[in-house]
């Protein structure tokens, strides 16, 4: 089974700063997506970015962007220009296109952003 | 706002006893799943059903239980409540066949078990 793992539970970034909070995962698949969430304070999940597995460039959404490196299994998302706003839980989560379409969600990591 | 709607947004209950989570999904979807949320956790994969028929199972209880009306809309039914259950519920939905098969989350519902 698919596993996603984000070995931060917590990061800090002071305001107008790059950070980078990372992810893994397993799969014995070849084609998947992969998902950034993000759960403020209200608990509403929001949806960051998104890759798919077979496209080689990395997805950006404004500040948004992420490392897609499929061969060691790893997607970062990398936060440019930090704003308070950005505070949050932020989790990475695996889909699969075979396995009736379940979504698996790493642990989360906790995002504290620093005026 | 998603589109996705959940009711009710909170529930208070005492261990033992039976609720029904109501989730309405996006126009147009047939999808919904069904997600459980525990204090700090991830989210756990429960249970999908596609335009009336169950379609795919996750770690769902015996205890649990859920089914998807001919308006689309979802319940989900939690029997014997234990105090363990507490978690926010999530629904979301999706339509099926487009890219990425996005997923729509709901607001939640908070479930506390006494």
């Known amino acids: 089974a698919q596993t996603v793992t984000q070995s931060q539970p917590e990061m800090s970034v002071q305001e107008a700063e790059t950070v980078t909070l990372s992810c893994t995962y397993d799969t014995s698949e070849s084609d998947y997506y992969l998902f950034w969430y993000k759960q403020p304070p209200s608990r509403q999940m929001i949806l960051v970015i998104r890759?798919?597995?077979?496209?080689?460039q990395n997805a950006t959404e404004n500040r948004f962007s992420v490392n897609f490196q499929k061969a060691a299994k790893s997607f970062s998302l990398k936060i440019s220009d930090s704003q308070l706003g950005d505070a949050a839980m932020y989790f990475c989560?695996?889909?699969?296109?075979?396995?009736?379409?379940?979504?698996?969600f790493g642990a989360g990591t906790r995002l504290t952003v620093k005026p | 706002d998603s589109g996705v709607t959940q009711t009710p947004k909170h529930l208070i209950t005492a261990t033992g006893q039976r609720v029904t989570l109501r989730c309405s999904p996006r126009?147009?979807?047939?999808?919904v799943y069904w997600y459980q949320q525990s204090l700090d956790q991830g989210l756990q994969f429960l249970i999908q059903y596609y335009n009336g028929e169950e379609r795919a199972k996750g770690n769902i209880l015996e205890r649990f239980s859920a089914q998807q009306f001919p308006d689309l809309h979802s319940e989900l039914n939690l029997s014997s409540l234990e105090l363990g259950d507490s978690a926010l519920y999530f629904c979301?939905?999706?339509?099926?066949?487009?890219?990425?098969?996005?997923?729509?989350f709901g607001p939640g519902t908070r479930l506390t078990v006494l």
């Open positions: 890759q798919e597995a077979y496209k080689q």
């Open positions: 989560a695996y889909r699969s296109l075979y396995n009736n379409n379940d979504m698996r």
């Open positions: 126009s147009g979807d047939l999808s």
């Open positions: 979301a939905s999706s339509v099926e066949g487009a890219q990425f098969n996005e997923q729509f």
